[in-house]
């Protein structure tokens, strides 16, 4: 099945011709609570493409996923999709389940390292937690994501959320998951950030 262009799980279809895009995530990135063709992954495609930068965005998100569950699903992803760029963004149910920074930073580095020997550019984007989980933990949360970004010279966004935080009226009831009119805020931030790894 195909929406404006985007390559989605069930029924791939690839454009010819143009590099892939691989998001890697969980909820925030497949859609949850809206229609899939209103993801931003979906708008992210729209935008590289006005910028002159077209791909086939692939969005191999999971709601509810976790940096185990990623890892365990990331070498075949990349075997079928053969990116030339990965985003990855996973760690917000990690931190939502108090789960260690440390399992999740190494699993998050792991599939940092597979993509880039599979030959693909990889850009990371981070989440934040709460207050309520602690001033230590949500400040190591933090700290994981520019620190692998660093480490492994990837691109970074290191919050998803940040155009949308401050607009309550641009989140789901269960105020974690952004609504449609927020997802080309997201897209655009992304876009961006992009820039350098294109």
């Given at each position: 099945?195909?929406?404006?262009?985007?390559?989605?799980?069930?029924?791939?279809?690839?454009?010819?011709?143009?590099?892939?895009?691989?998001?890697?995530?969980?909820?925030?990135?497949?859609?949850?609570?809206?229609?899939?063709?209103?993801?931003?992954p979906v708008r992210l495609e729209s935008e590289l493409a006005?910028?002159?930068?077209?791909?086939?965005?692939?969005?191999?998100?999971?709601?509810?996923?976790?940096?185990?569950?990623?890892?365990?699903?990331?070498?075949?992803?990349?075997?079928?999709?053969?990116?030339?760029?990965?985003?990855?963004?996973?760690?917000?149910?990690?931190g939502l389940r108090g789960l260690p920074v440390t399992k999740?930073?190494?699993?998050?580095?792991?599939?940092?390292?597979?993509?880039?020997?599979?030959?693909?550019?990889?850009?990371?984007?981070?989440?934040q937690m709460p207050p309520n989980y602690g001033p230590d933990?949500?400040?190591?949360?933090?700290?994981?994501?520019?620190?692998?970004?660093?480490?492994?010279?990837?691109?970074?966004?290191?919050?998803?959320?940040?155009?949308?935080?401050?607009?309550?009226?641009?989140?789901?009831?269960?105020?974690?998951?952004?609504?449609?009119?927020?997802?080309?805020?997201?897209?655009?931030?992304?876009?961006?950030?992009?820039?350098?790894?294109?």
């Amino acid at each position: 099945m195909v929406f404006c262009g985007i390559a989605l799980l069930a029924g791939q279809v690839v454009a010819a011709g143009k590099p892939v895009l691989l998001v890697f995530g969980d909820s925030l990135s497949a859609g949850y609570g809206i229609a899939a063709n209103q993801a931003w992954p979906v708008r992210l495609e729209s935008e590289l493409a006005r910028n002159g930068k077209p791909y086939t965005v692939v969005n191999a998100s999971v709601s509810g996923e976790t940096t185990d569950g990623g890892l365990t699903r990331f070498p075949q992803a990349l075997k079928i999709h053969k990116p030339k760029l990965v985003i990855i963004e996973l760690g917000a149910n990690d931190g939502l389940r108090g789960l260690p920074v440390t399992k999740a930073k190494s699993n998050l580095g792991a599939m940092i390292a597979a993509a880039q020997k599979a030959g693909a550019k990889v850009h990371l984007v981070g989440m934040q937690m709460p207050p309520n989980y602690g001033p230590d933990y949500t400040r190591a949360f933090a700290a994981m994501y520019p620190a692998l970004a660093k480490q492994y010279r990837a691109g970074l966004t290191p919050f998803l959320l940040a155009p949308v935080i401050n607009r309550p009226d641009w989140f789901q009831p269960d105020q974690l998951h952004p609504v449609a009119d927020a997802q080309p805020a997201i897209a655009a931030m992304i876009a961006r950030d992009l820039a350098p790894l294109l």
